[in-house]
């Protein structure tokens, strides 16, 4: 795949959140995706329309993510556009920022970068911002490609923002304004961080009450997660649009690879279109 002027964003955590070698990366996820227990979305639920799913190292909270690919592969034929929205660890600014790319790379090849900066900024808005610096070193983003090039059987764009400090319901109502069918919105985000291992589910079951429930005024005053402001964002448009929300997997790494006493909480939902 040839990118426009070779403007590449290459891996900032390869071989480190997950394997920098193809053959390695490619047999981590299979074997996450053919483990992962059928999804509760069987029957007549509609269609995907948003995702939540963790961004730790893959040993951490790749089983989880797992199984929001693992549903998106059943509907991976209708979706063209994938809109990621996550948080920015590296740099603060006020709003959201893209990251000025034509293409992201990692050890499975080049995902083509759209840009959604115009229009949301339409009307006097100036929600988005243009900041490659932040996304440079980013993980909360790359780790979701490896498992979008794996269940994706054709050609798509992917649509990356960073949140910074921005109200969003205010970056809801923009971003419900310019998707289309074809489109599915990434929301990345781990839970509570390194509480106790009971301390941290008894957290962490605000999130999974009130995110499936679209309880968007609880999960503001009480849910705990790293990638807060992308999760509400994608409840609000599942609120404007009638979407219903469903709890995948929920795990910590007390679960998956880490000790008991100081763990981060991972969430796996999905918002389905009837």
Known sequence: MKIPNENIRYPAVAGAFYPQHERELRTMIDKYLSIVNDTPVNGNF???RGLIVPHAGYVYSGPIAAYGY?????????????????????????????????GWQTPLGIVMTGSLRESLNENGKKLIGMYPAAHEPEHCLEVQLPFLQVVMKSDFTVYPILTGNIDPKKLAEAISKVIGDDT????????SHYLPYEKAKQIDSIANKSIPAIDIETF???????????????????????????????????????????????????????
């Open 46 to 48: 509609g269609k995907l």
């Open 70 to 102: 693992k549903l998106l592969s059943k509907f991976q034929h209708s979706i063209k556009n994938i809109v990621m929205i996550g948080p920015s660890h590296h740099a603060g600014f006020d709003g959201a920022c893209e990251d000025g790319f034509n």
């Open 184 to 191: 599915l919105i990434i929301a990345s985000s781990d839970l």
């Open 220 to 274: 503001t005053k009480q849910g705990d997660a790293c990638g807060k402001i992308g999760i509400l964002t994608l409840m609000h448009i599942a609120k404007m649009k009638k979407w219903n929300g469903i709890m995948l997997d929920y795990r910590n790494s007390g679960d998956t690879a880490g000790p008991k006493s100081r763990v981060v909480g991972y969430g796996c939902y999905a918002f389905m279109d009837e």
